[in-house]
């Protein structure tokens, strides 16, 4: 089992380009999530996707679109890249709704210019 | 809205010596704990979760914490540490009645001296 998978490990985009942050994972959960790491401030939920179909937001949405393309793919997409987008992302699946346990990939270094 | 609170952002613990990271919740009912360690460069590993029931609970690696309702508190404590269990370490919370994602603190920096 890969586990969780991101693509690409790292990237540079200048300000106002637009990319898509790939994530599958290959344990069959129900759940995934996008979360952001910036220094000092620890992880901090972007959006997330309890089933298949369905997608919420998080803590810090704006800037962001996502789509649950399948129950193993969840993508997050950035349509106009800004400097403050600079962060590691990270993508993690989970296990059922009453557990909230959540496995991560190895995550996303993005750097905006 | 929950919330989690790590009061040392930076920890130095001599080889072999005891360790105990701190970590305080804020959430009105029982929740859901969890203790993440994050080596340089890499994802996160879960080391340890707590539901119900036993308010120690074992890990992996050696780690262990203890669940205080009175105190608000989940500090991860480990008897006696190796250099390489230098990472950054990060408590986390989620709340009841959905898989709305986990809310983390801002994690504590784990030194090891040698």
């Known amino acids: 089992n890969a586990g969780v998978t991101q693509t690409p490990k790292f990237q540079v985009l200048k300000t106002g380009q637009s990319m898509t942050l790939q994530c599958a994972q290959d344990?069959?959960?129900?759940?995934m999530y996008w979360y952001r790491q910036d220094p000092g401030m620890g992880l901090r939920l972007i959006y997330y996707?309890?089933?298949?179909?369905?997608?919420d937001k998080g803590e810090v949405p704006n800037g962001y679109n996502v789509s649950r393309l399948n129950k193993r793919e969840f993508s997050l997409r950035l349509e106009s890249a800004a400097p403050s987008q600079t962060s590691v992302y990270f993508c993690?699946?989970?296990?059922?709704?009453?557990?909230?346990?959540?496995?991560f990939g190895p995550g996303t270094r993005l750097t905006v210019t | 809205a929950q919330s989690v609170t790590q009061p040392d952002i930076h920890i130095t613990v001599s080889e072999g010596a005891s360790l105990e990271l701190r970590c305080n919740y804020s959430?009105?009912?029982?929740?859901?704990l969890f203790w993440y360690v994050q080596s340089p460069g890499q994802g996160l590993q879960l080391l340890l979760k707590?539901?119900?029931?036993?308010?120690l609970v074992q890990g992996i690696k050696g780690f262990e914490a203890e669940f205080k309702r009175s105190q608000s508190s989940f500090n991860l404590r480990k008897p006696s540490v190796h250099w390489s269990d230098a990472a950054e370490y990060f408590c986390?919370?989620?709340?009841?009645?959905?898989?709305?994602?986990?809310?983390f603190g801002k994690g504590t920096h784990l030194i090891i001296q040698p």
């Open positions: 986390a919370v989620g709340a009841g009645g959905g898989a709305d994602g986990l809310t």
């Open positions: 707590y539901f119900s029931g036993d308010t």
């Open positions: 344990m069959n959960h129900n759940s």
């Open positions: 959430y009105g009912a029982t929740p859901y």
């Open positions: 996707s309890a089933s298949e179909g369905t997608t």
């Open positions: 993690a699946s989970g296990t059922t709704r009453s557990t909230y346990e959540q496995y």
